[in-house]
């Protein structure tokens, strides 16, 4: 091939055809350096947006406890176009935190989840319970406490009006076996 063609999809843009060497070298390097990312343990690639979105909303500032009204309207909007198991797991990791203000902006914000019209987000709460039973029973701060115990209470609502739901068609399918 001659040096002025030009070769779509190629790394480089096809410049250069006549020293493949070269190119060859650079798509090695990428897909070495690709490889050695997948290893890390670190959230990034696909789980990044995710990440940043609940950095974002928890991040420590401000006068109050709670983040803006308008705030947790768009990270709700925002969770809906993205994976909302990854937004959880975040927010997990952010009830861990020792960071007073941290922990509140996080219970408001799972508090937001709850209270949202995004029907998975019930099946994912589940990865929270242990943080949230740890932050009732134990938080030295009477907000965190109270915050945590009623989102707990609302979870465990939620769970029971599930649960009646699938007894009841449990025993409709049961009755209906029997006749």
């Not at 040096?3 to 250069?16: K, M, V």
């Not at 998975?120 to 915050?147: C, N, R, W």
């Not at 609302?154 to 449990?170: R, Y």
């Amino acid at each position: 091939s001659t040096g002025s063609e030009h070769h779509r999809g190629r790394p480089g843009g096809g410049w250069d055809d006549d020293e493949e060497s070269r190119t060859t070298g650079t798509l090695s390097h990428r897909q070495n350096s690709q490889s050695d990312d997948e290893t890390t343990p670190t959230y990034q690639g696909d789980n990044e947006q995710e990440r940043k979105l609940v950095d974002e909303i928890t991040a420590p500032g401000g006068v109050r406890a709670a983040p803006p009204k308008e705030d947790l309207k768009t990270f709700i909007s925002r969770c809906k176009s993205l994976d909302c198991l990854s937004v959880v797991e975040f927010l997990k990791l952010k009830l861990q935190n020792d960071n007073n203000q941290i922990l509140m902006k996080t219970l408001f914000v799972i508090e937001a989840l709850v209270r949202s019209d995004i029907p998975e987000i019930y099946s994912f709460m589940d990865l929270i319970l242990d943080e949230l039973t740890h932050l009732s029973s134990s938080s030295s701060q009477p907000g965190v406490k109270a915050k945590a115990t009623k989102l707990l209470h609302q979870l465990s609502v939620v769970q029971n009006i599930s649960d009646t739901t699938e007894n009841k068609e449990s025993n409709l399918l049961t009755v209906g076996g029997d006749a």
